[in-house]
């Protein structure tokens, strides 16, 4: 099983990112998935999350009208559109994925760094 994250970087306030996170070794359309992150020195958030069809998507407040989460179920991935970027967005972002089945699976990506600064 694995969750491999890709895409970010060193971008400057204003501008955009898009994560992406490639899965493999479980079925994919049975897991809802998520963007958590975790800036240093705090905790990890919730920033996104996407149910397992893809109809449903779920926005942190401090993300919400700037981030965009989407799923494509026959390439295995999801993705993470970042707008507008803010110093504040700066953190480590990880894809998770969480069986629609009581009692399922997670799993989670490394991580990538996703640095917000001029």
């Known amino acids: 099983v694995q969750l491999v994250e890709s895409g970010g970087g060193l971008v400057q306030p204003g501008g955009s990112l898009r994560l992406s996170c490639a899965a493999s070794?479980?079925?994919?359309?049975?897991?809802?998935m998520s963007w958590y992150r975790q800036a240093p020195g705090k905790e990890r958030e919730l920033a996104a999350v996407v149910n397992s069809g893809g109809l449903t998507t779920n926005y942190a407040d401090s993300v919400k009208g700037r981030f965009t989460i989407s799923r494509d179920n026959a390439k295995k991935a999801v993705y993470l559109q970042m707008n507008s970027l803010k110093p504040e967005d700066t953190a480590v972002y990880y894809c998770?994925?969480?069986?629609?089945?009581?009692?399922?699976?997670?799993?989670w990506g490394q991580g990538t760094q996703v640095t917000v600064s001029s």
């Open positions: 070794g479980f079925t994919f359309s049975n897991y809802r």
């Open positions: 998770n994925g969480r069986s629609v089945f009581l009692g399922g699976s997670e799993y």
